[in-house]
Each structure stands twice: as structure tokens, then as C-alpha cells.
């Protein structure tokens, strides 16, 4: 009786062996998050208090990315290509330029158009080089994930516009001129998040305006990105 017992789990064993070796592996899906896309808030640090703007300024971005992982750590590098708009509202305030000899400056001054909204737009085509860490190698669409990087601009254009009435009737001015603007942009990136979902920060290296062309001012943001594919 114990002989047969012995046999019986023996051939148990063998067949849960078997079993083992007959399932499948695990579906690996290494999303390489070739898309890249970024909505958040934007704020003017270092502004001086004469520039009056309002609480709502927010920017956009969207890339495509290459990811080359590094051996099989859980780390990789990537870096992409996309465009970045960013639009600020000044508030009771219109920006002026100056023109010289040598330059184009900006001076913010009182809104003499009354305006009904104001803003101030950049574009620029950028390039974001991060590295990356994923918690989950085999589906990278789920777990947690970290990225840290610069991301490096050109600018494409920029402009002003003020929405005011005329005897009734909407009026737009818009002036399209990037004469005064940083024509390049450097910016210290961050993101963390779970899954295709994650929370971002920038803060921009440089000014938003030339030197000598523009009040010093520093752009920096936060918001949610959506990465995948």
C-alpha cells in the first residue's frame, strides 16, 4: 500500500512538471513610450511686480520618443522630437515693443485697448532627452515609472493678442513677432507616474525674453502627461 502511494504522488509530480513546462510565458509587452503628451500649468517665476498676470497660463506638448534600453536593468534613455506652446494671459496689461538699432524690446505697459483677454504665446519645436527607469519590464503600460531630462528648443514663433470690442463687434489684434524672444530653450524635466499616467515638472533654464530685451523672467510647470505605445 505505501509502495503504491509512493508511486502515485511520484507521478503526480512528474505531471505538474510537465504542466510547468507546458504553459506559455508570460506575454512580455515593453511599451517603449514612443508618445509623449503633456498638458499642464505654467508660471512666470522671478516676474517683477510691475508685470500683472493672470492665474490661468498653461502649456502643451507632444512627442515622439525612441527608447533604447540600457542591457536589462529596468533603466533606458530615450529621446524624441515634438512642439511645446506655452500661452500666458497678462491681466489689464499689453505688451509694447521698442524698436533700436540693435534690438526689439518688450515693455509691459497699462492696457490702453481695453482688452477683454490678452496673452502672450511661444512655440517651439523641442527635443527631450531622458532617462527612464520601469518598475514592470515585461508590460510597461502598468507599474510604476520615472523620468528625469533636458529638454532642448528652438523657437518656431511667437505672438500677442488681444481680443477687444469695436461698436459691438469682436476685434482681434494680434502682432507676430519672436524678434525679443529667446530664439533657444533649455529646460530640467522630471515625471513620475503609474502606468500611462504620470505627473510632471519642468523648469526652464532660460529666459523667456533676450537679455537686455525683456524683464528676466524664468517659465516653470506642472501637470499630467500621458505616455504609451
Known sequence: MALLLINAATLMAQGEKMNDAAAPP???KPSRD???LQFGYTNWLNKPDSINTKTFAY???GYLCYDFPIKKSKLSFAAGLGISTTTVYLNSQQIIVTDTPTAAVAH???DSSHYKRYKFNTTYIQSPFELRYFSNTVNRNKGFKAAAGLQI????GAHTKGLTSVDGTNVKDKVDTKRFVTPW????TARVGWGNFAIFASYNLTNVFKQNDGPPITPASVGIALTGL
Open 153 to 156: 528648443g528652438t523657437l518656431l
Open 59 to 61: 502649456t502643451f506638448s
Open 26 to 28: 508570460p506575454i512580455a
Open 34 to 36: 514612443f508618445v509623449l
Open 185 to 188: 530653450n533649455f529646460a530640467a
Open 108 to 110: 509691459f505697459r497699462p
